[in-house]
């Protein structure tokens, strides 16, 4: 963090300049250390690019990350507060005191002590690590600059409800089939495993010979009953070995290209990093926050790797003094739309707004998506689902037939 000052030196003449320091407090040290006596000092004006782009690599809190809900009632209820002139380190400990989520409170509570031992907000909050959102830190950093902190806080409240809404929407499209899936294969195992044999003995002791499906589903249960532990271990090994595959950067990366290419999901997914690309860069931008640290957080923030690579690719055209839609037009993923919406905010210099807009048109598509896949995704469950159980329950009755001709 930068600092301006005033101090006398050992002559007592006044001195005026900028220093670098953690905290406050360790400004002053460092000052008195060049025997300088500080009669003021106060947070530089000018945002420091250099200090705002280090965000995230200061220590690390042990607890996990804030749930989205939480963080946009927090943000709401900090906003208010402040604007009603309560101090920050009143507000902070009355917030940490009363609200519902954990991880919220503990980490308010550390917050609360650090700005006691000198910090600024902006650090107390870096200091949490992966606790609070990389975006949050930074607008935290502009507002102090800017001495806009009611409004970063309650922009911040409004961008974290809306990124709930639609992360608890995609979230639901997500669960529904992989809920039913799940029990349907339950389902069919229980049939196959110990439903099938039971009936299939009947129809061995009477002389029955038994049609191909019936056989087919005899050794498949066969299979399941003889190898159950084979079965399931093959599947924890795999299981684990995807989780460690995924874990890597190149794995990763594969993962999140595929699934932009998912036939029902992909489109989906594409509106989820678009949305949250153009949101989380117009919150930032309109907040004051330099273009290059607010590239930066979206590359960390936008939630799929292959978006966060044409990212990156466009701030490096940023620092090359080239128009950032050049790379984003050149990877294929980005809709015209999005492009020509930011070409239009580079000459106009309104990129927040263009962007938020974009960013809205975007939340109205997901949840058409959502409700498009739920009415796809239904209809198919239940035709795979009734095919399945169809197989079955033929493979049980042909057998009875050729038993009621033998009664005959």
């Not at 749930?67 to 400990?93: D, E, H, N, W």
Request: glycine share 10%; hydrophobic share 45%; charged share 20%.
């Amino acid at each position: 963090m930068s600092y301006n000052y005033r101090a006398r030196d050992g002559a007592g003449k006044n001195v005026e300049g900028a220093i670098e320091g953690e905290s406050e407090r360790q400004a002053v040290e460092k000052l008195r250390g060049r025997g300088l006596f500080v009669t003021r000092i106060e947070v530089s004006r000018d945002i420091n690019l250099k200090t705002i782009s280090s965000f995230g690599r200061g220590r690390q809190s042990k607890q996990g990350k804030v749930s989205l809900k939480a963080l946009a009632v927090f943000c709401r209820q900090f906003a208010t507060m402040i604007g009603a002139g309560v101090p920050i380190l009143t507000s902070l400990k009355i917030l940490a005191d009363q609200t519902e989520n954990r991880r919220l409170g503990a980490a308010l509570k550390k917050v609360s002590e650090e700005i006691e031992a000198g910090e600024t907000l902006t650090n107390a909050f870096r200091k949490q690590g992966t606790t609070f959102p990389l975006i949050l830190t930074n607008m935290i950093a502009a507002g102090e600059v800017g001495g806009i902190l009611e409004d970063v806080f309650e922009r911040m409240g409004e961008h974290f409800e809306k990124e709930n809404a639609v992360t608890q929407k995609v979230r639901s499209a997500m669960i529904y089939p992989m809920v039913v899936s799940i029990v349907a294969i339950g389902v069919v195992i229980f049939l196959v495993g110990w439903v099938l044999p039971n009936f299939v003995g009947l129809f061995q002791s009477s002389g029955v010979a038994l049609p191909t499906p019936t056989l087919i589903l005899l050794g498949f249960s066969r299979i399941l009953r003889t190898y159950w532990y084979a079965i399931a271990g093959g599947l924890v090994l795999g299981g684990l070995g995807y989780r460690r595959w995924a874990s890597t950067q190149k794995g990763a990366y594969r993962i999140d290209a595929i699934a932009l290419r998912a036939p029902i999901f992909g489109g989906l997914v594409l509106r989820r990093s678009l949305s949250r690309f153009c949101r989380t860069l117009s919150t930032l931008l309109k907040s004051g926050v330099p273009v290059m640290v607010a590239m930066s957080v979206v590359e960390k923030t936008v939630g799929n790797r292959v978006v966060a690579g044409i990212v990156r690719k466009a701030q490096v055209a940023l620092r090359d003094g080239l128009p950032m839609s050049g790379p984003l037009r050149q990877s294929g993923t980005f809709p015209a739309m999005v492009i020509e919406m930011m070409v239009v905010g580079e000459e106009t210099g309104a990129m927040d707004t263009m962007l938020q807009k974009v960013a809205d048109f975007y939340d109205k598509e997901i949840d058409s998506s959502v409700e498009r896949m739920t009415a796809m995704i239904e209809p198919l469950i239940i035709v795979g689902l009734g095919g399945v159980v169809a197989f079955i329950l033929v493979s049980m009755i042909m057998p009875m037939f050729d038993v009621f001709k033998m009664v005959k």
